[in-house]
């Protein structure tokens, strides 16, 4: 699924950085735990474009995407930043070295069997007393374009579960299919206790307002290790 999902990315690097040019609102909630002087890795980064989330603070900064496309959107649209490519299930980074760890829909990218392997390699890099600032994609919205009720089976690629959800890039001229796995809150907050993490907010959201599974657009969590 990673290498899947790796490919398509790098297909349609170009294209999918247009498609994300600012921060939604959802994400904002984020920066009242991001400090001046935070050392913060951007866990999945793709285009860079969560830099201007902290573009108020001096942090130092570090975007980490296993696409090399969209690590080169990043490089040009923010010079002064530092990127790297590397595959989050096998990070190589100094542990307990990081104040926060930002993850937006990155870990609904991972298929069950890899998610425990994800989070212990976000807890070795983050301080003890560190925060995980995640967003998911909400599967479960009833009218969402990419859910567990629409699938679209025009690439052929199977589901081994009925939380694996298959998308396609339709405005190239390939098909270009990507993995999502349908977390709900609560699945995401028990994942992050069993690892050692005090959940300090958890909500479905839609456009920066709180509300259900079936109408979200993202779930938000906020955790930190205790």
């Known amino acids: 699924m990673i290498k899947q999902n790796k490919n398509s990315y790098d297909q349609t690097a170009k294209m999918f950085s247009s498609s994300r040019r600012y921060v939604w609102p959802d994400l904002l909630v984020f920066q009242n735990y991001i400090k001046e002087g935070d050392k913060l890795l951007d866990l999945g980064c793709g285009n860079g474009r969560l830099v201007d989330l902290v573009k108020d603070l001096k942090v130092d900064y570090l975007g980490v995407d296993n696409s ?110 990507l993995y999502y796995y349908a977390f709900t809150k609560r699945e995401l907050n028990k994942l992050l206790r069993q690892n050692g993490f005090k959940i300090i907010k958890s909500y479905y959201t839609k456009k920066g307002k709180k509300t259900n599974m079936f109408h979200a657009e993202n779930i938000i969590t906020v955790a930190k290790l205790y």
């Open 68 to 177: 090399q496309g969209l690590i080169d959107c990043a490089a040009k649209s923010f010079p002064d930043k530092n990127f790297q490519v590397q595959d989050a299930l096998n990070l190589d980074l100094a542990e307990n070295s990081f104040d926060a760890v930002l993850c937006v829909s990155v870990l609904n990218h991972i298929e069950k069997e890899n998610q425990q392997q994800f989070i212990e390699n976000i807890k070795k890099v983050l301080k003890p007393d560190g925060v995980l600032l995640l967003s998911n994609w909400n599967m479960w919205n009833i009218k969402g374009k990419k859910s567990v009720w629409k699938q679209d089976k025009s690439a052929g690629l199977k589901r081994t579960s009925y939380k694996d959800v298959w998308t396609i890039w339709k405005s190239t001229d390939n098909k270009v299919p």
